[in-house]
Every structure is written in C-alpha cells, then in structure tokens.
C-alpha cells in the first residue's frame, strides 16, 4: 500500500462533491480493511463501504466499515491490536455498545487515526458481525479507482447477494429499520446502493437464493418470524410511500415515513459523489426496488423477464389519474409493476 492514497493533498484531488472530511473517513475505512486483511483476520467485507470494491462505478462515500467472521471476539481484538502496532496508519481502538438490540451478535469498535483536515479527534467504526453472511462470493483487490489502492484481496459479496441482504432494510415493520430512530438517511442509502447494484444485471434467480438466505438468518439473529411475503408487502408500502408527492413534501398531515424519506434525502445526497441527487430520482430508485420485490414473489418472473422488466421493456398497464406525471421514469416502473401485479402498493 501507498502512503499517498491517505495524505491531504491526495484526498483534495478525489472528493467529488462530497466534503475532504468524508473523503478521508472513506478512505480510512478501505486502509481499515486492508490491514484487516494483511492482519490474518478471515472474514466478509459487507455494507456500504463494499460497494466502493463492487460496482463498476461506484456513487457514494460511507463512514463505517461492516464485515462478517466466524471469528471469535478476541481473534478479532489480537487483529486490530496487529493493525495499530504493525502499520501504524490507526492509533488506537476501543470497543463500542451498540445500541439496538443488545442480544444481536454483533461487535463494534471505533479505530482512531489522525485527519490531515481537522484537529478533533477522528475515526471510523468498525461493526462485525460474529457470524458469516450466506452469500455468494469472490475475491477482488481493495482497489477504487485513483481513490485507493492496495494489493489486499479482500473476500466480497456477489451483487446479486448484497441486493438480496439490503432487500430487508427498508420494510419499516418487519425486519428494516424501524420509524422514529433517528436513521432518515440509512433507508434512503440502501434503496440508492440497490438500484446501482441492479445495473450490473444480476440474475432474479440468483437474487432470490439471497434474500431467501438472508431472511432465513436475520430472522435467527433478531429473534423473529418474518416471512418472505410480509416483509415484500411492507418493502411495497414503503416503496409507494411517496408515489404520490411530485416534490419533496412538508407539513403536519404527513405519514412519520413519508416524514422521514423527505427528511432524510438532504443529508443522504451529501455522501455522494455526484450532486444534484433529488426527489425524483429517490423516486424512481424506490420505484425499481418495488419492481425487484414484486419479481421476488411471483414465481412466474424468470431471469429474462426480470431483465426486461429493468430495461423497460416488458407489458405495463397504466396507472390510475396523473400519478407519476412529471417523472416518466419511475411511472413506466410502476406501471410494469402493475401489469405484472394487478395491484398497487398506493
């Protein structure tokens, strides 16, 4: 690894619109991976940061590295202890309490290193979870365009696998995240990281395998129930939320998601590399995860109708009234969705 990928002058040429500050963190959190690699430590690259190694184009800085091992706590403890003394880059960790549901295995530590922007204490977050995710996988190099460069090999879900575990973030009353949190912006991240996965052109089928998978095991970790078709028909409502607001809504009479969504997509579009994310394109985002969950529960849609679907071109029916008007994108989406459903989630 180059030293040059983590120096301020380095990190001012590679911000896209997104601050220095979140620049650093993001890279800071691949540096973070890759001696986690070189440390011996087996384990899962997952979550957002990820997606900077798996998309061909990747859109957007995260904050906190995620990773799944079968390794046990202290394993993982004698690793980050590699990682300080060996490279140097961190000074030191702690351990941090998690604050939602206690009994879910999981670990999480704060890694702390100097930022070349600010005098305030820095660091990114590292959450484990102790157990390995179901995924498909494949190896790739902890490379992101100029941004960072290592020769770690760092084990990485398939698309279609990640899609099928973000899948069950976002159903509000199922297994994602719950409605008056504090989290506006991580739904919206996740429906944005699916929607940029879908145009690597994964398999239904293979996306089917996954969120079966996924389900199986989140419900054994948080200790629950839910079948495959509440959490589809809660992701739908969720998705339709906001169907019906051609620009970012306000006011007393919203529903607390519609409340959040709209909330949430200002701070969300700050974390990516492009600006100008806005309300319509949040839309369609939502529009082409509602079409990926209605493929999931007709068993009639096969991996070429799903890829026509994606295209636009598969049978649609029209939506009732002017709804979707001024955005032909996530109406022509719905409207496949329709023909395919009979029904509307709005």
């Keep these: 690894m180059s030293a040059k990928y983590l120096e301020k002058s380095h990190i001012e040429t590679c911000h896209f619109s997104a601050s220095t500050l979140l620049a650093e963190q993001a890279i800071m959190c691949l540096e973070l991976v890759s001696e986690l690699v070189k440390s011996g430590l087996d384990f899962q690259f997952k979550g957002g940061n990820s997606l900077l190694l798996i ?11 995620d990773i799944a091992t079968d390794c046990k706590r202290d394993e993982i403890e ?4 590699l990682c300080v003394d060996k490279f140097g880059v961190f000074k030191c960790w702690k351990p941090r309490q998690h604050k939602t549901k206690p009994w879910i295995p999981l670990a999480s530590y704060y890694l702390y290193y100097k930022s070349g ?5 820095s660091s990114v977050m590292l959450d484990v979870q102790l157990r390995r995710s179901n995924y498909r996988t494949s190896r790739k190099s ?36 719950p409605v008056g949190k504090g989290k506006e912006a991580q739904r919206l991240k996740h429906v944005f990281d699916i929607s940029r996965l879908l145009t690597m052109e994964p398999k239904l089928s293979d996306i089917r395998e996954s969120f079966t998978n996924c389900l199986q095991q989140e419900n054994e970790i ?6 495959a078709d509440a959490v589809i028909d809660d992701t739908l409502k969720f998705c339709g939320s906001i169907v019906s607001y051609p620009q970012i809504p306000s006011g007393d009479t919203l529903s607390p998601i519609v409340e959040e969504n709209a909330k949430g997509i200002i701070p969300f579009a700050s974390h990516l590399f492009d600006s100008g994310y806005n309300w319509k394109m949040l839309q369609t985002d939502m529009a082409k995860v509602a079409l990926c969950m209605t493929a999931l529960k007709d068993t009639a849609i096969t991996d070429t109708i799903f890829a026509e679907m994606l295209g636009m071109n598969a049978a649609k029916k029209p939506l009732p009234g002017v709804t979707l008007n001024e955005n032909s994108t996530a109406r022509e989406l719905w409207e496949q ?10």
């Design 55 to 65: 998309l061909d184009t990747p859109k957007r800085f995260s904050i906190d590295v």
């Design 78 to 81: 004698m690793s980050l202890d």
């Design 117 to 121: 922007f600010t005098d305030d204490e």
């Design 142 to 177: 902890v490379v992101c365009g100029d941004i960072y460069k290592s020769d770690a090999l760092v084990e990485l879900p398939l698309p279609s696998s990640i899609i099928g575990d973000k899948l069950l973030t976002l159903g509000p009353s199922t297994l994602g995240i």
């Design 222 to 227: 948080q200790v629950t129930k839910q079948s």
């Design 337 to 346: 969705i329709y023909a395919v459903s009979g029904s509307l989630p709005f």
